[in-house]
């Protein structure tokens, strides 16, 4: 009888629960960490595009490889500018936080309607409305921008954006973070605005979704032996007869993959806005060409292509890290297709 392969654990038994399906395919961001005395917006977000590797000079005195030249894969973010569209305004009680009230640019494009119901421009008064908030300001309120992606100006099949929140750093001064937003309500910002070259994010992100699978690929069980029972990729043992139930801690078929997940310390590479210098001959494989603003990101994120990611300012700070630029002495732009 012939050697059997066994498979080592991959994703452990029960690093996540519950195991099942993100609710959204776009991520949610329910923690943030105000990080400086500077008022600007906590986070990003843009559209995976692929792989490919660098080398560069580490810069970090923590590191053993210091002074030396690695060669590393790096995640391509194609980030184009997003258009803040609004302002929400949330206050802080006994039982948690609540929306006070929100208001609205009267600059709204076509791509929006394709999306949400927005008020009525005509009887809207944005004055009243912002008067109203500012009575109900106070201590606690956390002040957030609505913001609208906008994958039309990208390699993407597709015109609907993406609405998403992002939390204003705060300098314990609501009334200041309220009119900072004011300010750029119905403008542009862009990724260079709020992140900086060589520091760490988070990324959060909805991970490949595998569909249902059995407990050998879900939690990396053992193979059963083949005159064993009558199954082979199962669990052999289910539990005893009391208690009368099956365990969380039994691993089970189910849901694999298409789950939210957060990764830390992701450092940013590079921010960059010229898309010739960053296109592989003939484009990223099941993308296509990157036409504006990217980051270069240190490793890998979760998600498939075209996938929209989450960028937050790290919310686990290292006290030992320098933030600075990474020198590159090579970024690879070889054809994906082999050709």
Request: net charge positive; aromatic share 8%; with cysteine.
């Amino acid at each position: 009888m012939g050697h059997r392969k066994k498979h080592a654990p991959r994703h452990g038994s029960l690093a996540y629960l519950p195991r099942k399906r993100a609710k959204n395919i776009k991520g949610r961001i329910r923690n943030w960490f105000d990080y400086s005395n500077e008022i600007n917006f906590l986070g990003f977000a843009g559209f995976k595009a692929g792989m490919t590797h660098i080398t560069y000079i580490e810069d970090q005195k923590t590191s053993p490889y210091h002074g030396k030249e690695l060669m590393k894969p790096i995640t391509l973010i194609e980030v184009p500018p997003l258009l803040l569209i609004g302002v929400r305004i949330y206050n802080e009680d006994d039982y948690g936080k609540y929306v006070v009230g929100e208001i609205f640019t009267k600059e709204i494009n076509d791509y929006l309607l394709r999306k949400i119901n927005i008020p009525n421009l005509d009887t809207y008064n944005y004055n009243d409305i912002k008067e109203k908030l500012i009575n109900q300001i106070n201590q606690t309120s956390e002040i957030r921008g609505i913001f609208q992606t906008q994958p039309y100006k990208t390699s993407l099949p597709r015109k609907k954006p993406d609405i998403i929140e992002i939390k204003v750093n705060s300098i314990k001064n609501p009334l200041k973070e309220f009119n900072f937003t004011l300010d750029h309500l119905g403008k542009e910002i862009r990724a260079r605005d709020i992140l900086t070259e060589g520091e760490l994010i988070d990324v959060v992100a909805v991970s490949k979704g595998k569909g249902f699978q059995g407990p050998v690929k879900r939690f990396g069980i053992k193979l059963l032996t083949r005159k064993n029972s009558k199954i082979q990729r199962g669990v052999a043992c289910i539990g005893p007869w009391h208690p009368a139930r099956v365990l969380y801690t039994v691993p089970r078929p189910g849901q694999l993959g298409f789950h939210q997940r957060t990764e830390y310390h992701k450092r940013i590479m590079q921010i960059g806005e010229n898309e010739e210098e960053i296109n592989p001959k003939g484009g990223l494989i099941n993308y296509g060409k990157i036409k504006g603003d990217y980051l270069l990101l240190l490793g890998s994120v979760p998600g498939t292509k075209k996938r929209l990611i989450r960028l937050r300012k790290t919310i686990r700070p290292l006290k030992a890290f320098i933030v600075k630029s990474p020198e590159i002495t090579f970024i690879s732009r070889e054809s994906q297709q082999r050709k």
